[in-house]
């Protein structure tokens, strides 16, 4: 089941989304920059997400379990105007490659189309040869932007991949 994200799910929404960053970062950034990523201030961080009309948040569910997640804006770029973004996508690692992400996939897209954005970006990690082949095959190309993500101990390149 794949439903819109409430208040009341981010501390679910941040356990998964902590989680996730750890699985599938683990070869790209720092442990102990991935040890200090912290539930609770994910968790405040999505009540804010939530509470806003920038962003819709998806969550989906493998019968009653919270599996994966996206979320949805317009272009946070500064050439993005009239673009819609995927800001995010992550799943439990015991669910990749079951075809899930796909199914969320097609609902954000559709989603995306019925806001009336005809382009779609997002950003992924040069060293993500995972996400980038997933992207790929939904139709997604690297369009030539770069820039670096910097958080505290961690540091490395992001592409922008996108899709008319």
Not at 2 to 29: M, N, P
Not at 54 to 69: Q, R
Request: hydrophobic share 40%.
């Amino acid at each position: 089941m794949i439903r819109s994200a409430r208040q009341t799910d981010c501390q679910k929404l941040a356990e998964l989304h902590v989680a996730s960053w750890r699985d599938a970062y683990a070869d790209i950034l720092p442990k102990e920059f991935l040890d200090m990523l912290n539930v609770d201030k994910r968790s405040a961080g999505w009540k804010r997400v939530l509470g806003s009309s920038e962003s819709k948040v998806f969550l989906h569910f493998n019968e009653s379990n919270l599996v994966g997640f996206s979320a949805i804006c317009p272009s946070r770029d500064e050439d993005g105007e009239g673009v819609g973004e995927i800001g995010a996508i992550y799943y439990r690692k015991y669910v990749w490659g079951a075809g899930l992400a796909s199914e969320l996939m097609k609902v954000i897209q559709t989603e995306l189309l019925d806001a009336g954005f005809r382009k779609v970006t997002l950003w992924v990690f040069r060293e993500n040869a995972r996400a980038q082949a997933f992207y790929k095959k939904h139709g997604f190309a690297a369009d030539g932007t770069e820039r670096k993500f910097e958080r505290g101990t961690a540091c490395c390149d992001e592409i922008r991949m996108a899709r008319s």
